[in-house]
């Protein structure tokens, strides 16, 4: 850490300065003054932990070159930075600069760079940027900026279209369509347009760009036909993706096409013919290639998987959600199975969601992600686990979730020390847990669900201390809860088994659960009452340490090494919530839940439960479990789904529910609870099923409460029976004092006969009522 600059000023004839990444968090106040050398001509500093504008820069007449990248500048761009009319290079990419851009920008007409990638700024961009005419590398990548992308083209063609060779407008919200004034940039090398609105066909002048290398359209409104026509010229195409918008690629069944492709990626086109384009034979410098839910049908022929360039670090195949059938006998060229020169090299394969059947394929030991899921494959896991054991397998991440696969998961795993992810959910498999997944020391997620396995969970498994998540829901595991699981886990599912016993206390050591379902089982005993020491349920996101962060916000990434290729891998977990089951992927790290419904638990519920305030689930339903709802359940203010129904739960609901603002599914029928439902929007929106089963009054109930007075504080039917006898008793001989007192007194009115017989009915009139009275209110 630098804490003075001080010493620069006397560096009178220093031309060229670089203090990339050095601290500068002490000194900043240095660069307010006239701390640099009149004669600068190249300034760096990149990622210097700068806050501050250094406004000792703006006296620097003769700088050609300014790098401010990757710092903490937090306003507008300031207005000195327009008087450096020297100025080549300008990057201030990766701040927090906001606002819009000024249209003395067109004062810089020497700018052969401009990179404002990475901030917040906004509006759109001024027809200024057409006095320009140097400019060759042009980046406003992830910003606010609006406007015709048309626009930014037609200033740019004013004077510098044979200049500019990179256009980086991707991840901003430009509109408009695509106008002829893009064909005229001849020397366009690099054109970024990717997840923004653009919309309407792609032009076929595209076709002209002949130096064109690398074009990502991706996550726009693009839509109609692309032909061979649009890329007639592209001889030098290099990457082409063009990734979720409404295309069509129609091409000739013996179209050579000119380029040859690194990276192609088409998810979500439509392909004319529906089938694998035979022209990607031609192609052999293949790395990355996706062709996801572009339709594609019949069988993946024989030449496919040869023309991957594997031996660069790298290769991405991603033919998922698509009608892909037959059998997949060699998902791997022969090569891909030979040890690599590069010990980086890593191969992925996505066939998810096709109608592939027959067995699992071999796959390359290179191999470090595959997934194989939702389609109908069969047979057994043992020739996939434990074919050529001798050979070390680099495989990370393995989907084979929602097959026919059955038998037992075979003893071998120890030949597998990568895998990360193991999905085998929803399956036919049978027998115990191995040993050997204690050799998986790396493993972080492992999803059993829906299968017939059986028997205890294996000690083995204490091993796997990285685990984040473990789901073994619905299958046929016995014996008692473990109290051996890792302090990692975010996410423990044991839903559906026959586990028994009472809930472990070491449970509570557990402090990164997110996710608790212990649901159906036949757990008995009491809720634990140390189940407040689950911070993290007690804890927004924002608060969590930064490795359960990286789990529950979803995304594990797994680099190649080779050309930046990456591929995000997204977590999912189920969970029952609002009465029914929900299987969470992108938003997974906003879920909190504890299930515990369907066992044999008594007791109380533990007040302590209500310290959990970012419980955004709560299940107790289905036991036995006495007393009161807890008076501070009106704490757990992010609860959305609550159920604590057939249960014996008595006494009145506490008020406190009323807090429950966020509440969107209640159930509390059948149980022993009394007197009025307290008031508030949710509580009343409810369906009368939500309260059944109790001897509740009040809305949305029909049975209606006595508003006049206070219901009375009883805990049980005998003591209110008691109460309106007593209380009932002394009205009843007060009326009739009354009515004795007055008879006597007034009695020798009776006498007189017209005065007997009006007084008779006027007294008879007086009894009624206050006989009346006594019974409505009873």
Request: aromatic share 10%; proline share 4%.
């Amino acid at each position: 850490m630098v804490e003075n600059l001080e010493w620069l000023s006397g560096l009178s004839l220093l031309k060229h300065l670089d203090m990339g990444s050095v601290d500068l968090t002490n000194a900043s106040h240095w660069l307010q003054v006239n701390t640099f050398p009149s004669l600068l001509v190249e300034l760096h500093l990149p990622g210097c932990e700068l806050h501050h504008k250094p406004s000792g820069i703006a006296n620097l007449t003769s700088l050609k070159v300014l790098d401010l990248s990757d710092n903490y500048f937090n306003s507008t761009i300031p207005t000195w930075l327009y008087s450096l009319g020297h100025l080549e290079s300008l990057d201030l990419s990766y701040n927090a600069f906001h606002g819009e851009i000024s249209s003395s920008l067109g004062n810089l007409t020497a700018l052969v760079l401009l990179n404002l990638a990475g901030n917040q700024l906004k509006g759109e961009i001024p027809n200024s940027l057409g006095n320009l005419c140097k400019l060759t590398y042009f980046v406003l990548w992830s910003n606010n900026f609006t406007g015709r992308v048309s626009e930014i083209f037609e200033s740019l063609s004013q004077c510098s279209s044979d200049q500019i060779a990179s256009l980086f407008l991707g991840f901003n919200s430009f509109s408009g369509h695509l106008s002829g004034k893009l064909g005229i940039f001849k020397n366009l090398s690099s054109l970024d347009l990717s997840y923004n609105s653009i919309s309407g066909p792609i032009p076929v002048f595209l076709g002209n760009l002949s130096r064109l290398q690398y074009c990502t359209i991706d996550h726009n409104s693009f839509e109609g036909v692309v032909s061979e026509a649009h890329f007639s010229n592209l001889t030098r195409l290099d990457t082409f993706t063009a990734n979720e918008n409404s295309l069509t690629l129609k091409t000739n069944y013996d179209w050579v096409p000119p380029f040859q492709l690194s990276e192609l990626s088409l998810g979500s086109w439509r392909l004319d013919p529906s089938e694998l384009p035979t022209w990607l034979q031609s192609q052999n410098q293949l790395s990355v290639l996706n062709m996801s839910t572009t339709g594609i049908s019949g069988t993946i022929p024989t030449w496919f998987w040869n023309i991957f360039l594997h031996d660069w670090g790298g290769t991405l195949v991603d033919l998922s959600h698509n009608q892909l059938s037959g059998e997949v006998p060699n998902i791997v060229s022969a090569n891909w199975l030979k040890p690599k020169q590069h010990s980086n090299s890593k191969i992925m394969i996505n066939l998810r969601s096709n109608r592939f059947n027959g067995s699992l394929p071999f796959v390359s030991s290179a191999m470090s992600r595959l997934d194989l899921s939702n389609s109908s494959f069969s047979g057994t896991l043992s020739h996939f686990f434990c074919d050529r054991s001798d050979v070390p397998k680099d495989l990370q991440v393995l989907h084979l979730d929602n097959n026919f696969l059955v038998g037992e998961i075979p003893d071998c795993l120890l030949h597998w020390p990568n895998l990360i992810v193991v999905k085998l959910d929803d399956n036919y498999l049978t027998g115990k847990i191995p040993s050997s997944i204690g050799d998986l020391l790396s493993l972080q997620s492992l999803h059993l669900r829906n299968n017939n396995l059986s028997g205890e969970l294996h000690v083995s498994l204490q091993n796997c201390k990285e685990l984040l998540l473990l789901d073994l829901g619905g299958n046929k595991f016995v014996g008692s809860i473990p109290i051996w699981f890792g302090q990692s886990l975010v996410v423990l599912s044991l839903r559906s088994n026959k586990f028994h016993g009472s809930i472990p206390d070491e449970l509570c050591s557990l402090i990164k659960l997110r996710i608790l379902d212990l649901a159906h089982n036949n757990l008995s005993g009491a809720i634990p009452r140390c189940f407040q020491h689950l911070s993290s349920m007690a804890t927004a996101t924002s608060d969590l340490d930064n490795r359960s962060t990286e789990f529950v916000t979803n995304f594990i990434l797994f680099s190649t090494g080779y050309n930046d290729i990456e591929e995000s891998y997204s977590e999912n977990a189920v969970s029952v919530t609002k009465g029914r089951e929900v299987e969470y992927n992108t938003i997974l790290g906003l879920v909190v839940s504890l299930d515990l419904s369907s066992n044999k638990l008594s007791g109380e519920i533990p007040e302590e439960l209500t310290s959990l305030i970012s419980l955004q689930t709560l299940n107790l339903s289905n036991n036995l479990l006495t007393g009161r709802i807890p008076s501070k359940i009106g704490d757990m203010g992010t609860l959305e789904s609550l159920d604590f129904s057939v249960n014996q739960l008595s006494g009145e609901i506490s008020p406190s529910i009323s807090n429950l603002t966020f509440l969107a599914y209640l159930n509390l029928s059948y149980n022993n609870l009394i007197g009025q439902i307290p008031k508030s929007t949710q509580l009343q929106s409810f369906d009368q099923s939500s309260y059944v089963g109790n001897k509740l009054c009040g809305l949305p109930l029909e049975e209606r409460c006595i508003t006049n007075e206070a219901m009375p504080h009883v805990g049980d039917e005998k003591h209110r029976e008691g109460y309106l006898l007593e209380d009932g008793g002394f009205y009843l001989s007060l009326g009739l004092g009354f009515a004795f007192g007055f008879w006597i007194v007034l009695g020798s009115l009776m006498s007189n006969v017209p005065w007997s017989n009006a007084f008779s009915q006027f007294q008879n009139s007086i009894v009624k009522k206050l006989y009346a009275a006594i019974v409505e209110r009873y």
